[in-house]
């Protein structure tokens, strides 16, 4: 897709600039102007436009570097003939960002072998032909494939005599926030190599604390309930010393041994519960590792609820169609038959056969109508799993509930393939006859069902949980939680319990999950005044945010200026966000540049060309003190496209900020924790936030405190709150799906009072409009 702009933030879309095929998919890349005609597709003082992308070629799962040309400033595109260019024979080769380099007089490509975690460096004259320059890698952040590299210079503290490169490198998963992120390296490149200044090498020294639990000699302390139907699994009788036979190599762990819910592999469910211990420090620190499956409020560990009554399954006499057994179809799901599902541990059906609309992949699709039943019960619960899509434009994957041939209820998946309960209060409908339907309209990704085992319960019943997590409970409730990365490697997460002073608790570490990446690590849990840095923590990230991902630059911006666009979106949940018909949206435009702050040279950020030309009418408030709780502002300071700027001052709160997108239920809060001196945005209670599991969170970077004061500008839209500590050096990117009528703003501080020093709050015009 082609998009032209003036002002970065009004757009135009033009037709689809370079079209894949069945032969070829077309992958990232970038596009330069050939000013001095070097490769011959231009013409004197018409100069070509070249885009060099990366080219998929699916009979073989190649991945290679190709050009098109266009003399139409873009309009209409030219393959070349002596596509790809650039061939390693790589199944993981992609994405490269070309510039030229007036320092060695050549073009330069950085482009990416993802799994090898390394930027490769190429020369050309002509952009025909490639040259191997280098490679830099691996470095720093390596929890997922590497991605869409860039490589550029900026002048420090606008010396232009004094002057760093930066190599941005994004990468899915293993970011700062979990999931898809971007981190940047400082350094020199002398036309050849990229040699970077903050590459982190060398372990971590483990915090100062009291130690809990090292996991060196047994469970002593521990109570272990281990699945019965799978042998030892998947605790064990006590810690184990290392990687599990079968398992990728283990690190991060203290001592000899740790928890590893490995045992067994991914299939066995289990829990670790730990004796009682009074909070008495400020901090829990310990090291986790493995699955990133949090635990979700409101789940329950039960297969089946006790005293279910079975409605509909689908154990049908083998080659018995669901015709036969007095169902009706329609489309491709005429003649079809309940599949034998897998193990069920990797489905979480009951009994051996479920419903699937995944037939000839994704492609099948129609209806299959249950013969009718009699509600009896006040709840009708049933397994979904398999596509979410609601009303996305591309057909839905739903179950349906009909009583007197009317939609009363409805369900979908969740983007899984792992299916768990859906259920529907039906109180209102008992003694009548109703019919279940299966609507399979969706032949893309994720187009398909999964149903098992309708049942009809006189209370709700509950999701099951497929945590791996481990977790901190008072009182019986689960007041603090933490889980893996999808990784072997064990990192350190900090709880702050100040609140929970004097408290009696204690730890369970769960493995509910069957699935991939359906184990545990844990080790070395310790009492702390101080949080123990993660590993993560230790590298530079463009954002700290969860949304800000395939961040690319423009070269030659006039006034030599750095203007960056990321991604707003995450793969950990991009296919299931409540948009359509898009997936996700651009972040604002930003410029780059570097900033000594603190004794070291820092990347810092705002956004380009500030939106000052949408800017509505604004609200003020200086030397105001907050006490502690919420303090509503005056309606001049709501609504749902905003420009905030405000700086505080530091009194004798723990944390303080903005509650942006605010309603009875919903906030967005924005703010500063003054013990962990860190910016945050924290999401949990933003609205929509059953996106995926991973979705709801608390995300933070580092932010220092300048002179007894923290500044913060933040953008805050529909649906998206990006934020700008400091001189920039700090930036959280967040989406929110909040209710259209959820846009107060107000003021909040926590544990003491904070002083506003000065606070401004303009509305935006919207770029449509």
Do not use: C
Not at 182 to 209: C, H, K, L, M, S
Not at 323 to 350: K, M, N
Not at 679 to 688: E, I, K, N, P
């Amino acid at each position: 897709m082609l998009t032209v702009s003036r002002d970065l933030q009004h757009w135009e879309e033009l037709p689809v600039a370079i079209p894949y095929s069945t032969d070829e998919h077309i992958f990232s890349g970038s596009v330069v102007v050939d000013e001095r005609d070097t490769s011959g597709f231009g013409a004197p003082g018409a100069p070509a436009m070249v885009a060099v992308y990366t080219s998929w070629y699916p009979a073989t799962g190649i991945q290679a570097q190709s050009l098109a040309y266009s003399t139409d400033r873009g309009r209409t595109w030219t393959k070349y003939a002596g596509n790809p260019v650039l061939d390693l024979d790589s199944r993981e080769f992609r994405d490269p960002k070309v510039f030229w380099d007036t320092r060695s007089g050549q073009w330069t490509m950085a482009v990416v072998l993802a799994t090898e975690h390394k930027v490769s460096f190429y020369g050309s004259s002509d952009l025909r032909s490639w040259r191997h320059l280098s490679d830099f890698g691996p470095a720093n952040a390596v929890g997922g494939v590497w991605e869409v590299p860039d490589l550029f210079e900026l002048p420090v503290d606008g010396d232009p005599h004094h002057t760093k490169w930066i190599l941005v490198v994004n990468l899915n998963p293993g970011a700062v926030a979990g999931g898809s992120g971007a981190q940047y390296f400082i350094g020199d490149w002398d036309g050849t190599r990229f040699t970077a200044e903050n590459v982190v090498t060398g372990e971590p020294a483990p915090p100062a604390g009291r130690l809990f639990a090292d996991f060196e000699g047994d469970y002593a302390g521990w109570t272990v309930e281990n699945d019965p139907a799978s042998g030892p699994g998947p605790f064990g009788a006590g810690p184990y010393p290392g990687t599990v036979p079968g398992q990728q190599q283990v690190s991060g762990f203290q001592g000899r041994s740790l928890v590893n819910s490995f045992l067994g592999f991914d299939a066995p469910r289990g829990r670790m519960v730990s004796a009682d211990f009074t909070v008495d420090q400020d901090y829990v620190n310990l090291l986790v590792g493995g699955g990133a499956h949090p635990h979700l409020p409101g789940t329950t560990t039960a297969f089946v609820p006790a005293g279910a009554e079975p409605v509909l399954d689908f154990e049908l006499p083998d080659g018995q169609t669901y015709e036969q057994a007095g169902w009706s179809a329609t489309g491709g799901l005429r003649d079809r038959a309940p599949v034998v599902g897998p193990a069920r541990s990797e489905r979480g059906h009951v009994g051996d056969k479920l419903l699937t609309t995944f037939l000839e992949g994704d492609s099948t699709t129609g209806t299959l109508t249950s013969p009718g039943f009699t509600i009896d019960r006040n709840h009708l619960s049933l397994l979904v799993g398999g596509g979410g899509h609601v009303d996305d434009g591309a057909g839905r994957t739903v179950v349906e509930l009909l009583v007197d041939g009317r939609v009363v209820r409805s369900a979908t998946g969740n983007f899984s393939g792992f299916v768990n309960w859906r259920g529907w209060d039906v109180s209102e409908f008992r003694g009548r006859s109703a019919e279940l339907r299966i609507v399979d309209e969706n032949s893309g990704g994720w187009g398909h069902l999964l149903v098992d085992h309708l049942i009809a319960t006189d209370e709700p019943v509950l999701p099951r949980s497929v945590e791996t997590a481990v977790n901190l409970v008072v009182d019986g409730e689960v007041v603090r939680t933490a889980t893996g990365r999808d990784s072997e490697r064990l990192d350190w997460v900090s709880w702050d319990v100040r609140d929970l002073a004097g408290r009696r608790a204690h730890l369970e570490i769960n493995d509910f999950n069957s699935g991939g990446w359906g184990h545990i690590l844990v080790d070395h849990v310790m009492f702390a005044d101080r949080p123990a840095p993660g590993e993560l923590e230790r590298y530079d990230w463009v954002d700290y945010g969860k949304d800000f991902y395939a961040a690319v630059s423009y070269d030659n911006v006039p006034g030599g200026r750095r203007v960056v666009i990321g991604w707003m979106n995450n793969w950990q949940y991009a296919g299931s966000i409540p948009t359509s018909p898009w997936r996700g949206a651009m972040a604002l435009p930003r410029e780059f540049g570097l900033r000594t702050i603190d004794g070291e040279v820092r990347l810092v950020q705002k956004p380009a060309g500030r939106p000052t030309a949408l800017r509505g009418a604004a609200f003020t408030l200086h030397d105001a003190t907050v006490p502690p709780g919420v303090l509503d502002l005056p309606a001049a300071a709501d609504g749902s496209v905003l420009e905030i700027q405000a700086e505080f001052e530091l009194r004798d709160a723990d944390r303080f900020g903005l509650q942006v997108r605010a309603g009875d239920q919903e906030r967005t809060l924005i703010g500063y924790d003054v013990g962990a001196r860190r910016l945050f945005v924290d999401r949990t209670h933003s609205g929509l936030v059953d996106v995926g599991p991973l979705f709801p969170g608390v995300h933070s970077g580092p932010l220092s405190i300048d002179g007894n004061r923290v500044r913060m500008t933040a953008y805050v839209d529909r649906s998206s709150v990006e934020v700008f500590g400091g001189a920039g050096e700090t930036t959280i990117t967040d989406q929110v799906f909040p209710s259209p009528t959820s846009d107060r703003t107000r003021l909040f501080a926590e544990g003491g009072e904070v002083l506003v020093r000065s606070l401004t709050v303009r509305p935006l015009r919207s770029v449509w409009g």
